[in-house]
C-alpha cells in the first residue's frame, strides 16, 4: 500500500505506459492550463520548474501540447549519478558561452575555457547546469537534458517536425519529464495559447483549431482546469474562463490564475477576484506575479522572483491580508494537493475500467486463437473440428437451436416460415380464379364442346377446357415460392461464420462455396418436383371431390341470387315509380293554370303539329310509316332497311365472318364483338365461372399445403442430412490442409494488438494495485 505522495508519480508512470504503448483509453487525470496569448502561462510554468525552458517570441508559441510531468527527487536520490550526458550538456553550454563572448576561434587558450565555464556554472538559470537537475523526452528515451536551453531548443525542433516551421499546430503531445529536487509532484499539459484573430502565417481557421485542441483535453471530466487571466483585462473578458465554463458550467474543477497584478492601474485591485465574490469557483482564485520581459533580460533567477513575488504580497495594503494564498509557492501548493485529491477520487474509477479492458482484451484474444496451435501433426484435426461448427451452425440456424439467434429481426428457419405462411400463401390467395376468363371465353367453350348439336344440359368438357389453364396459374407463385427458399438457405450458410473460422479466410470461402453447390444441385430437382405437382392437378379434373361444388347447387344458388336481385330492383322501380308520380303531380299542379289560359290562344299552326305528331305516332305503331320494315329505301347505297330478325341473325353471321379455308383469311372468332347472351347462355356462363371457382379453391388448398412439403423434403431437410458428409468429402484431403489453415494477416495483426494492450493494461493496473 503506497502512500499520497505516490499518487501523482504513480500517474505519470502510467502516462509513460500508455504513451510506450501507443494507448490512450483510460483519460488519467491530469492539469491542464489554459489561457489566452500573453497570457503570462510560460512564466508559471517556468517558475513552477524553478528553470528557464520554454520557447518564447510572438505568435503562437506554443503549437504542441507539452504534457509536463514534474518528479520531486531527493539530494540523495540513487538516479542522481554522473552521466555521459551530463558532461556532454557541460561541454555544450562552454561552448555557448565561449561564443556568445567572441572567444570561439581556433586559438583558444586554456584559461579562456576555464573561465568561460566558471561563468556557466555560476551565471544565470538558463545555462546553470546541476547534476540534480535534468529533463527526458518520451520521444528520445535514455537520454538526459542537463541544459534547459536544450530543452528549449528540442522542443522547437519536435514542435517543427510535426506541426511544420510555419505557425500550424498538431495534436499530437509532446511529453516532457523534469526531475529535481525543488519540484514538486506535478502533471500539467501547456495547451496552445487562445487566439481570436489571424496573423501572419496562421491559417484562416486558427482560433477554431486551438479551441477543439484545448476542448480535447479539458472535457474530459478527469482534467483540472487551470485558467489563466491576466490582471490587467477584465475578467468578464477572459477566453480562459469562458472556455472553461463551457464544460465545467459549475466552476468545481477549475482554478482561476491572476498573473500580472503588479501591472493593473493605479488604484485598482483584484481582491473581490481573488476573494471569489466576483466570479466564483469550488477550487479558488490565486494571484501571482510573473518575472517582468526586463527581469529575464538581466537574467534573475527563478529564486529571486519568487522572492521578490513574496515581498510584494507581504507589502501590498490590500493582498497582505490574503498573502498566504497568493505566489507561485502557493499555487504549487495548491495544484499538488487539489491533483492528489483528483486523482484520489478518480483511481477506483481507473481500477474498475483497467479490469474491464484486461477481460474484453482475453475474450477478444481468445476468440483470435493462440499463435501456436497449428502445426502438421493437428491439421487435419482442427480441419475437421471447424467443418463440424460450420455444419452444425448451418443446421441449427434452419431449426432455430442456434445460440445466437437474434431478437431484432427473422433469421433462419423463421425466414422459411415466413416465406411459406406469409409470402407464398399471401400470394396465392391473391389470385382471382377467372382473372383471365371473359364470359365470352366460357360462352365460346360450351359451343365448342357441344359441336353442331344442340344441348339440354351444360357440356362438361367445357368445364375441363376451362378449369386447366386456371390451375396453372399456381405454377408461377410456386417456383418463386421455392427460389425464396433457395436464396434464404443460400444467406444462412453465407452468415455460418463462427470467430475461430473467421481465422481461415480461405477455408470458410471453401465451405461456403461446397454448400453453395449442394444448394444449387438440389434447387433443379426441386422445381421439376413442383411443376410436376400443378401437372399431376392439369392432369385429372376430379369433379367427385367432397368438397366440390355440385351443378344442382351452383344451380340454385345462382336463381336464388337472381331471384334476390330481380326483387330488389322490382322494389328499386316502384320507388322510382312513385317519386316519378309524385314529381309528375307537382309540375301538373303548378302549371295547370298556365295552360288553361294558353289552350284559347293555341293557332292553327300548332293544331296542325299536333295532329301530325298524333299520326306519325299510329303509323309507326301500326306499321303505316312510308320508311316502314317492309318498303325498300331508295338511297345511294341500296341496301335493305333494317329488320329485327334480319338484322340478329346477320349480325352474328357477320360477326362469325366464315370463310373458305383455302382464302388465307384470319379465323372466324378472332374480330367477332360481343353480342347480348340470352338467358340460358347467361346462366350457362354464370354456372361454369363458379364451378371453376370452387374447383380451383379446392386445388389451390391443396398446393399451399403441398409445396412447402415438396421444399422441406428435397432441398432443405436433403441439404441439412447431406452437408457434413458433403463438407469432410470435398474438403478433407490433406493436400488441402496447408493452403486451408493460411491464417487472415489482418486477423494476426489484431491479435498481436491485443496482445500489446493485455500487457499494458495488466502493468498499469499492477501499478494502481501498489496504492490502492
Aim: glycine residues 4%; contains cysteine.
Amino acid at each position: 500500500m503506497g502512500s499520497l505522495e505516490d499518487l501523482i508519480p504513480t500517474v505519470n508512470k502510467l502516462q509513460d505506459v500508455m504513451y510506450d504503448s501507443g494507448i490512450d483509453t483510460l483519460d488519467l487525470p491530469i492539469l491542464a492550463v489554459v489561457g489566452s496569448q500573453s497570457s503570462g502561462k510560460s512564466s508559471i510554468l517556468e517558475t513552477l520548474v524553478g528553470r528557464d525552458f520554454l520557447p518564447r517570441g510572438t505568435g503562437i508559441v506554443t503549437r504542441r501540447p507539452l504534457v509536463l510531468q514534474l518528479n520531486n527527487i531527493s539530494p540523495t536520490s540513487p538516479l542522481i549519478k554522473e552521466n555521459p550526458d551530463l558532461i556532454m550538456s557541460r561541454n555544450n553550454a562552454s561552448a555557448s558561452q565561449v561564443n556568445l563572448n567572441g572567444l570561439a576561434n581556433n586559438n583558444l587558450s586554456s584559461s579562456s575555457i576555464d573561465e568561460s565555464n566558471q561563468v556557466t556554472n555560476g551565471g544565470s538559470n538558463a545555462t546553470q547546469i546541476r547534476p540534480d537537475e535534468w529533463g527526458e523526452f518520451l520521444h528520445i528515451p535514455g537520454r538526459r537534458f542537463y541544459d534547459f536551453s536544450e530543452i528549449r531548443r528540442e522542443i522547437e525542433n519536435e514542435t517543427a517536425r510535426i506541426a511544420g516551421k510555419n505557425k500550424g499546430i498538431s495534436k499530437i503531445p509532446i511529453n516532457l519529464k523534469i526531475f529535481s529536487p525543488h519540484v514538486l509532484n506535478l502533471t500539467l499539459v501547456d495547451l496552445p495559447g487562445i487566439t481570436k484573430v489571424p496573423i501572419g502565417e496562421q491559417p484562416p481557421d486558427i482560433e477554431k483549431q486551438i479551441k477543439n485542441l484545448i476542448l480535447d483535453y479539458v472535457a474530459t471530466p478527469n482534467c483540472i482546469i487551470l485558467a489563466v487571466s491576466p490582471a490587467n483585462v477584465d475578467l468578464v473578458n477572459s477566453e480562459s474562463l469562458k472556455l472553461a465554463r463551457e464544460v465545467d458550467p459549475h466552476g468545481v474543477r477549475t482554478i482561476g490564475v491572476i498573473t500580472k497584478l503588479d501591472l493593473m492601474d493605479s488604484g485598482t485591485n483584484a481582491l473581490d477576484i481573488l476573494s471569489g465574490k466576483m466570479y466564483p469557483l469550488k477550487l479558488g482564485f490565486v494571484g501571482v506575479v510573473n518575472r517582468s520581459q526586463q527581469d529575464i533580460q538581466l537574467n534573475k533567477t527563478v529564486e529571486e522572483a519568487l522572492e521578490k513575488e513574496d515581498e510584494y504580497f507581504n507589502r501590498h495594503p490590500v493582498y497582505r491580508t490574503i498573502s498566504h494564498r497568493c505566489g507561485t509557492r502557493y499555487l504549487a501548493k495548491l495544484l499538488n494537493q487539489t491533483l492528489i485529491s483528483h486523482i484520489k477520487e478518480k483511481l477506483p474509477d481507473i481500477k474498475t475500467r483497467l479490469n474491464t479492458l484486461v477481460s474484453q482484451t482475453e475474450q477478444e484474444l481468445s476468440q483470435y486463437g493462440d499463435v501456436g496451435d497449428i502445426n502438421k501433426e493437428n491439421r487435419a484435426g482442427l480441419v475437421l473440428q471447424l467443418m463440424n461448427k460450420f455444419a452444425t451452425t448451418f443446421i441449427s440456424s434452419i431449426d432455430g437451436t442456434s445460440s445466437e439467434i437474434s431478437t431484432k429481426e427473422l433469421s433462419g428457419g423463421a425466414r422459411i416460415y415466413y416465406i411459406y405462411n406469409s409470402i407464398f400463401g399471401n400470394t396465392l390467395k391473391s389470385i382471382d380464379p377467372t382473372t383471365n376468363l371473359t364470359v365470352m371465353d366460357i360462352r365460346t367453350a360450351i359451343r365448342n364442346s357441344t359441336g353442331p348439336r344442340p344441348t339440354l344440359f351444360v357440356p362438361e368438357l367445357a368445364f375441363d377446357l376451362l378449369v386447366k389453364p386456371q390451375i396453372k396459374l399456381l405454377l408461377e407463385p410456386s417456383q418463386q415460392c421455392v427460389e425464396l427458399v433457395y436464396e434464404e438457405l443460400v444467406k444462412i450458410c453465407h452468415k455460418c461464420g463462427t470467430p475461430e473460422l473467421s481465422r481461415y479466410p480461405k477455408l470458410k470461402i471453401k465451405l461456403i462455396e461446397v454448400v453453395s453447390e449442394l444448394l444449387r444441385e438440389r434447387l433443379l430437382p426441386t422445381r421439376s418436383y413442383v411443376e410436376s405437382l400443378i401437372d399431376i392437378h392439369r392432369a385429372y379434373i376430379n369433379t367427385n371431390h367432397p368438397n366440390f361444388l355440385t351443378a344442382t347447387d351452383a344451380m340454385s344458388e345462382i336463381i336464388q341470387n337472381r331471384k334476390v336481385k330481380q326483387e330488389s330492383q322490382r322494389k328499386q322501380a316502384l320507388l322510382n315509380q312513385e317519386r316519378k308520380e309524385k314529381e309528375d303531380e307537382r309540375q301538373f299542379s303548378g302549371s295547370q293554370i298556365s295552360k288553361l289560359d294558353n289552350e284559347s290562344n293555341l293557332d292553327d299552326s300548332d293544331q296542325d303539329d299536333a295532329s301530325k305528331s298524333k299520326d306519325t305516332f299510329l303509323n309507326y305503331f301500326f306499321g303505316k310509316e312510308k320508311n316502314s320494315t317492309m318498303s325498300l329505301p331508295n338511297n345511294d347505297n341500296n341496301k335493305f332497311t333494317s329488320h329485327p330478325f334480319r338484322d340478329d341473325v346477320s349480325s352474328q353471321f357477320q360477326q362469325l365472318n366464315f370463310t373458305n379455308g383455302a382464302s388465307g383469311h384470319e379465323d372466324a372468332f378472332e374480330h367477332a364483338n360481343e353480342p347480348t347472351l340470352t338467358e340460358r347462355e347467361d346462366l350457362e356462363c354464370e354456372l361454369i365461372r363458379r364451378l371453376i371457382v370452387s374447383y380451383f379453391d379446392i386445388v389451390r388448398e391443396m398446393i399451399q399445403d403441398q409445396i412447402p412439403k415438396a421444399i422441406m423434403c428435397l432441398l432443405v431437410n436433403f441439404c441439412k442430412d447431406t452437408v457434413q458428409n458433403r463438407l469432410v468429402t470435398e474438403l478433407y484431403r490433406e493436400s488441402m490442409f496447408e493452403e486451408l489453415l493460411v491464417e487472415d494477416q489482418t486477423l494476426a495483426q489484431d491479435r498481436e494488438t491485443a496482445m500489446k494492450s493485455l500487457e499494458v493494461y495488466k502493468k498499469a493496473s499492477t501499478l494502481i494495485g501498489n496504492i490502492l
